[in-house]
């Protein structure tokens, strides 16, 4: 942490004003922003994500979305970390949120706690699904928006603007609105609930605690279908099958959701394509080819 953010936290209209950080170490993981372990005078012990100005969106849009995780968690099962401090500083931005003691291997709590969050928010939900603003997943944009039909929305406001945005799909079809049609058409026979979701849900962004519990950070939660949260977790690994049996106790597996998996995390093999580029351009012409024989 460089000296001015540190100066910025504790001035005297800074979000630690009057605080004193006797002890700073960087934290790994992040790959958009800095991350920092501080220890205080009094005690505390906090996480720091700082950036400059530019990052200040971003942290609102998350800080938001952890305070809506965090007021249909399970405490008992599951920690969202509620924001301390979200800042405009002198010399960039900052959110502030409480350290987390990780450590532990056993995800049942952790499943579990997301059940019990989607079954929460289900029964508590605005009855339609989106955002009601625009966001982030990762550094890209996530349109906010709403609508009744849950085919319509995933489409439109998911698939649709990453696909326009992605060049090398050109190779996959000439027009691949037929598809998305196609695509719209199934998820809105499904028929799902709307559920408050993390939104980005891969091992980076959830931990098993040092105390048995697990925990959820770095959301781009909207209003959804439950199955995208559940989808990205076989996406890249890192979830394993005690997660699994956690959640399905809660919630059992509706049907044909491994059927709605490759069109879920399609999302989210765009988003990368469009951020990295690379191998994953392909994997989505793969995942495109196969939805459209499928269907």
Not at 57 to 79: I, M, N, Y
Not at 82 to 93: N, T, V
Not at 193 to 199: I, N, S
Request: charge should be negative; charged fraction near 20%.
């Amino acid at each position: 942490m460089n000296s001015e953010l540190r100066r910025d936290l504790t001035a005297e209209d800074g979000p630690l004003a009057g605080a004193v950080i006797t002890d700073v170490s960087p934290v790994g993981g992040g790959s958009i922003h800095q991350a920092w372990k501080l220890h205080l005078l009094d005690g505390q012990v906090l996480f720091a994500k700082s950036g400059g100005a530019s990052a200040l969106p971003l942290f609102e849009v998350e800080a938001e979305a952890l305070e809506a995780l965090h007021a249909q968690a399970d405490a008992s099962f599951l920690v969202v970390p509620q924001p301390i401090a979200l800042a405009a500083l002198p010399h960039g931005a900052v959110l502030l949120l409480p350290w987390l003691d990780c450590g532990g291997s056993d995800q049942t709590a952790l499943g579990r706690g997301l059940a019990l969050l989607h079954q929460s928010s289900m029964s508590s939900s605005p009855g339609r699904f989106g955002w009601h603003r625009d966001g982030f997943i990762g550094a890209g944009p996530q349109p906010g928006g709403w609508c009744d039909d849950w085919g319509s929305i995933f489409v439109e406001l998911r698939l649709r603007p990453q696909m326009e945005a992605l060049n090398g799909l050109k190779q996959v079809s000439t027009d691949l609105n037929p598809l998305l049609l196609r695509l719209a058409d199934h998820l809105n026979e499904h028929q799902p609930r709307p559920a408050l979701v993390h939104g980005d849900l891969w091992g980076g962004n959830a931990a098993c605690l040092s105390d048995g519990r697990g925990s959820i950070f770095d959301p781009a939660s909207w209003w959804a279908d439950r199955e995208v949260d559940l989808a990205m977790t076989r996406l890249f690994g890192g979830f394993g099958e005690d997660f699994r049996s956690g959640y399905r106790e809660v919630l059992p597996e509706a049907s044909g959701a491994d059927g709605r998996v490759e069109i879920y995390n399609l999302y989210h093999l765009l988003n990368h394509a469009n951020l990295f580029g690379g191998s994953y351009v392909s994997q989505c012409r793969a995942s495109l080819r196969e939805l459209a024989r499928r269907l």
